[in-house]
């Protein structure tokens, strides 16, 4: 699974940051930095569903890999 | 205040005034009647009004500012006198492209990392605050006017920089303009702005860690902010920061007193509240905003003309069944949760990572104080009339404390 984070889509609302902080960080201005680069460590997986499925802007979208099974 | 006096409404989806004491009760029920019958209202009321209450139509307008203007947010029977793009009170009244200049300088003050800070404090005060109910030995007390109103004007007042010691003094400016605006003279050397005007001044010779030096140091293209314009800020932060957040804690504390297996799951599973603080928002909304139609536009086949007003009820948007299942019910693990108390696009809330501190904190110190409340008598819950709703008064019975309780 790979997270595509549109910057120009967010406007800083840090649902994100809250539910998966181990995804995305926030800069000096609030606005989402995308931590992982590639693919989402498997534990990790479901709280980049969470994060796409509370981000008001629908700013963050998740790519399931087409091998995922 | 010499509102005119406005006749009852006949039918909401022809002529609604979201100015009513009739809205201000049963506002949920309404946008679920129109959302099935009528789905973007007109009341030719306040000079021509729109009311669009799905969660679509609500999120194309907040997001298309070349035909809607934020140039007025608040629905009157007059138009705005303070030109675009700048307004009244930036940047809350601003559009493009000035709007991103007034909201720029203040995000890094209001970032999560930088309000993260505030927590302790803010535990600190909602204790101070329950001593004293507790103190008061009554077993009925009011959850709006002795707790959740003063919580947004402390945490604000601390964050400013206002001395302690002029606490007073502050709240009694904040009570004269949140609940009295207008209505008393007052001499030009004893109103808020002189009182702000010489903080301002103070903190530009003598700088300390608060908001007001921030701002006195701030800069737009190299310039720094004048004394008016950090004083309209320090206003706006005031105006849109206290009775919101005050509604969003009242209204919380509504439904806990309410739904005793929502206590006791915010009680026992601390994971959870995450999750219910952003369904408290969703199911809570306090905030609609306005717009006015900057150029001719249709939205689902309803023709809007310049200068009409457009209502962004966030909080019908927040219960439409398209944008989230079971919408009508509190989920209080609800996981997918696109709400938007906080608005979206360009003006989300500057203040929203604040507001969610506050309201989490308010809610957990009273739930780890008194788990056990009920309302005191459902009749006497008054909530406020206009575009911010929320219990003014909230009459609850202590049942148990975390003294009293096994
Ligand atoms: C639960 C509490 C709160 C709610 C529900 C809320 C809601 C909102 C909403 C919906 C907007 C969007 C306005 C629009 O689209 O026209 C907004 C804007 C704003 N809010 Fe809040 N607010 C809350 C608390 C606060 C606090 C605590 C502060 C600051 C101390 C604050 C400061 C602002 C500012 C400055 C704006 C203007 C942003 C802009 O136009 O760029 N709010 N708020
Ligand atoms: S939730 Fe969306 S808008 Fe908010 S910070 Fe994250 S990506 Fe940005």
Redesign the pocket.
Known sequence: MKVRFDRELCQGHNRCYILAPELFDTDDEGYAVLRVEGNVPPDLEEKARLAADNCPEFAIEIEDDATDG | MTEPERPPVADWATDFDHTKAAYATRAPEIWDELRGSCPVAHSDRFGGTWLPVRHDDVSTI?KDTDHFS?QG?VVTDWRPDIPKPIGYAP??TSDPPF?KIA?QF?LTAFSPKAIAELEQPARVMCNELIDDLLAQQTGTVDAAVQYAQHI?VRV?AAMLGVPEEDGDLFRGFIHRILENPGGVEVAPEDTMDAYLDALIAQRQTEPRDDLITYLTRSTIDGDPLTAAHVRGTCA??LL??ID??WS?IGASLWHFAQHPDDRRRWTDDPAVRPFAIEELLRFY???T?ARLVAEPVEVRGCPMEVDDWVL?P?PAANRDGEAFERADEFVIDRQRNRHL???LG??R????N??RLE?TVAVEEWLRRIPHFELADPEQVRWSTGQIRGPRELPVRIVATSDTAA
């Open positions: 907040a934020s947010v940047p809350i709007h909201r203040l947004p604000i706006l932060l849109a920061g919101t957040t969003a909304a306090p905030v905003m962004l966030f108390a906080f608005g360009i003006h809330c500057i203040g929203s604040l507001a309201l």
